[in-house]
């Protein structure tokens, strides 16, 4: 395995394929044998895989794209992407519970100081620290600059006052990438925007967890700050004004991750759908038979091998360390309309059993959804790669 910077801020990196050949089977076993026994246990009650989370810790899941000399695994962005592909193919939402954190990660190894990065970093690789990304406000979702959340300079603190709301892993994690305004007068508005390490003490606690129609068992909740004190030493970077760049830097591996999970959906969805189009039987021969079934096969299989595609497409582009935010667009905003139509097909596959909680395809049903609006709603990442072609083919 091999990490070396190609420049400040993004990573070259490679893995031998022996050596990921070793951890995809690793992954493997682990999905069979501790993992897909309890999925509806955990999904259908929404409890948090406490022994799960342990788990992935041991397997380093909490340090996969930390570097290795913060202690992480250092696997290159299409690595991971194999790894999130492959676990979501079973369970999408358990990948939510690393996810995020990895993102919280990359953000203060891109761009925090290196008095941050040695104290952090290594905390987040073991699992000891684990968290996610607060950006999201009541008001202000796709509008990440309307945040109303304020950090005030005190001394050697700054002081946070606001609420973030929808954020995963709010209740369980203990550590969050934390966007706030440092100036909410600046005009243009992103310029008055930080990005904090924020971790839970005095001042800092869970509001309300969310009932949701799916990404069950991982916990989505508010997170209150008041008159929450910490150190300006975790402002990342340690310059203020740096925050949306710092977030909208990381959507690239935000948005291949999510990609990966679209993908993940979206095969899982096809496995069972063929599986069971080859049991079930009608008018004495398997639905496989009939030509109706046939073409939604026939559309499914090729939807989810173009996913694949675009996002190793993208993960190889991150990896080489190029600009790849509209091949990450691409990815993200087809792999996961690709995993909402798998999944719907597969329920018309499955017929009345599809409503049954009996059966795994209700969940990838519910789960699909979701990849449609995390990271940048589909909209607002069609319009995104629209510009960036526009620019790029000017009149
Ligand atoms: C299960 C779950 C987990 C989440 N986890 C996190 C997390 O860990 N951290 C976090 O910070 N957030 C998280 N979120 C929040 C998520 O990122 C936001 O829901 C998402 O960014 C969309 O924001 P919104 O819901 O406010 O929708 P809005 O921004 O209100 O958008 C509503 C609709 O309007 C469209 N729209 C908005 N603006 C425009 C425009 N200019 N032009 C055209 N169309 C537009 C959108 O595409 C969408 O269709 C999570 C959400 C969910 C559901």
């Given at each position: 395995?091999m990490a070396?910077?190609a420049?400040?801020?993004?990573q ?6 022996d050596?990921?050949?070793a951890?995809?089977?690793a992954?493997?076993v682990w999905?069979?044998?501790e993992?897909?026994?309890?999925i ?17 810790a041991?397997?380093?899941l909490?340090?996969a ?6 202690g ?6 299409t690595t991971?992407?194999?790894i999130?592909?492959?676990i979501?193919?079973?369970w ?5 519970i690393?996810?995020s954190h990895?993102i ?12 941050q990065?040695?104290l952090?970093?290594?905390?987040f690789?073991s699992?000891?620290?684990?968290g996610?990304l607060?950006?999201t406000?009541?008001n202000?979702?796709?509008?990440l ?5 304020v ?7 700054y ?5 973030k709301t929808?954020?995963?892993n ?6 969050f990438?934390?966007?706030v305004?440092?100036?909410p007068?600046?005009?243009?508005r992103y310029?008055?925007?930080s990005?904090f390490?924020?971790?839970?003490r005095?001042?800092f606690?869970?509001?309300?967890k ?9 916990d989505?909740?508010?997170l209150?700050?008041l008159?929450?004190r ?6 990342i ?8 760049f710092q977030t909208?830097?990381?959507l ?20 069972l759908?063929?599986?069971y ?6 008018m004495?021969?398997?639905i496989?038979q009939?030509?109706?079934?046939q ?5 499914m299989?090729?939807?989810?091998r173009?996913a694949?595609?675009l996002?190793?497409?993208?993960a ?15 990815a ?7 995993a909402?139509?798998n999944?719907?097909e597969a329920m ?5 059993y599809s409503?049954s909680k009996?059966y795994?395809i209700e969940?990838f049903?519910r789960?699909?959804?979701f990849?449609c ?11 995104i790669?629209?510009?960036?072609h526009l620019?790029?083919?000017p009149?």
């Amino acid at each position: 395995m091999m990490a070396a910077p190609a420049n400040p801020e993004k990573q070259i990196r490679s893995i031998e394929p022996d050596d990921e050949r070793a951890f995809m089977d690793a992954i493997d076993v682990w999905l069979e044998r501790e993992v897909i026994p309890v999925i509806k246990h955990h999904d259908h009650g929404d409890i948090w895989p406490e022994e799960l989370v342990h788990q992935m810790a041991e397997m380093g899941l909490f340090g996969a794209t930390i570097g290795q000399e913060y202690g992480g695994l250092g696997l290159p962005a299409t690595t991971y992407a194999k790894i999130v592909m492959q676990i979501s193919a079973h369970w999408m939402a358990i990948t939510g519970i690393f996810n995020s954190h990895l993102i919280m990660a990359a953000a203060v190894e891109r761009f925090g100081t290196p008095e941050q990065k040695t104290l952090w970093l290594p905390k987040f690789a073991s699992g000891e620290l684990r968290g996610g990304l607060a950006l999201t406000e009541p008001n202000a979702g796709t509008d990440l600059q309307a945040i109303r959340s304020v950090a005030v300079r005190d001394g050697d603190d700054y002081i946070i006052n606001g609420t973030k709301t929808w954020i995963s892993n709010a209740i369980n994690g203990s550590c969050f990438a934390m966007l706030v305004k440092t100036d909410p007068k600046a005009d243009p508005r992103y310029k008055g925007m930080s990005l904090f390490i924020a971790d839970k003490r005095d001042g800092f606690t869970t509001g309300k967890k969310f009932k949701k129609l799916g990404y069950n068992a991982i916990d989505s909740a508010e997170l209150i700050m008041l008159d929450y004190r910490v150190p300006a030493s975790q402002l990342i970077g340690g310059v203020e004004g740096q925050g949306f760049f710092q977030t909208t830097g990381g959507l690239e591996l935000g948005r291949i991750n999510v990609a990966a999970r679209g993908v993940g959906l979206a095969e899982g969805s096809l496995r069972l759908a063929t599986e069971y189009a080859q049991q079930r039987e009608t008018m004495g021969k398997p639905i496989a038979q009939h030509q109706a079934i046939q073409l939604k096969l026939g559309d499914m299989v090729t939807r989810a091998r173009a996913a694949r595609l675009l996002t190793m497409d993208a993960a190889d582009a991150y990896d080489r360390g190029e600009r790849c935010d509209m091949e990450a667009g691409m990815a993200k905003y087809f792999a996961s309309e690709a995993a909402v139509e798998n999944s719907q097909e597969a329920m018309r596959i499955f017929g009345g059993y599809s409503y049954s909680k009996e059966y795994d395809i209700e969940r990838f049903y519910r789960d699909a959804m979701f990849m449609c609006i995390g990271e940048g709603t589909n909209e607002m990442q069609r319009m995104i790669i629209a510009k960036q072609h526009l620019k790029n083919n000017p009149a």
